[in-house]
């Protein structure tokens, strides 16, 4: 009689809890692949405008930033969207709850953001906005005192339906947003993974990029060695340009100049470089096709200084003019370029025979790993922006060579800055 009981509460109790958490990574799906596709679909038909006629570079900037603060003003509550700092704020103990209207908010920002040149990405809006999928669940009296669990849940979900690989959304959970596993935890987590990458498979997501990978020579191993520690070092100056513009951005009194100045900053540097517009994906698919066949000559050359140069400036401008986003499209940008640069330079000057294609997927993990302090995320997510495991273990060198220089040089990251 004494055990019959309790048995039968445990087994209401995490069943409760495992339907909370299969809807939260379903709905957290359903949102990460429907803001994607429609990411997808609407920046390239106004990139395409943009690149035939060089007055929507002007236009498209100033529109997109300004529609943001009328929807933010009259339909999101005149709060300005803080990105992962909010989910930070409602996973502490003593933090706020994600309000509803941030799904919306965040959704539609993140959207209007990149198809009209803003040179970020959804992927923080799309965590920001499973991860409240998430804090309105555990608002329900039974899951209240798991709403870390199931904000963590809303993340997972959505970052597997990003990028094609709950590993990649379970990594990332643990660490970046909770940095701890218990029972509870694993349970939501699995689960909202579960459900997520299934309705992925359901859907048939292709990978991002589609690269063919057949090896890697053990030789590169130190090559790769060194362009993690580049990676690292270049990640600093994306972490601290953002950091400087948005405290800049945040000295105007006046929205009206701060989206005017935003706005022409980011126009003048497209017109300059038309690969920084938006996510920059489609300047990354590009170059992969032609990566191997590449040389270097003074127009590569100032291509891809430029692109390193300007990327941090353009990603931090957008964020500080009021863009929604995050580091994680600019990270992967970033270190698609500088891989390729690093590969070319090997080759010309040192005749060492590495693979360009090879160090542009390195660079992107190893420039993501940098910026956020989370190799194993880098690992898998990049392996699933791919859906090719040939390089797994220079990914793994990158990755934590990248982390490590950063971390020793500079101890925050964009997201770990904004706990302070």
Known sequence: MSTYPINQYFKLYYTKLIAASLVIGFLAALLGISLKHLTEHYEEILYSRAIANSVWIIVFPAFGLSLIYILRQYLFKKKENKGIKEVFDATDANGNRLPAYKVPSHFINGLLTVIFG???GVEVSTVVATATIGSVTSEKSFLQKYRTELICAGVVGGITALFNTPLAGLFFAYEVVSKKLHKEQIICNLTAAGIAFGFVLILDEAPLFGVNITHWN???????VLLGIIAGLNSLYLTKSVLFFKKQFLKFTSAQYKILVGAVSISIMVLLLPQLYGEGYHAIKESIISANKMVLTPYIAFTLIGILLLKP?????TLGAGGDGGVFAPGIFLGAF???FVAILLNTFFDAGVIPLNFMVAGMAAMLSASIHAPLTALFLVCGLTNNYTLFVPLIVVSFVAKYTAQ?????????????
């Open 218 to 224: 053990v030789y590169a191993l130190p090559w790769f």
């Open 338 to 340: 500088l891989g390729l």
């Open 313 to 317: 400036i353009i990603t931090s401008v």
């Open 118 to 120: 803003g040179s970020t």
């Open 408 to 420: 020793y040089v500079f101890p925050y990251t964009v997201y770990s800055f904004a706990k302070k």
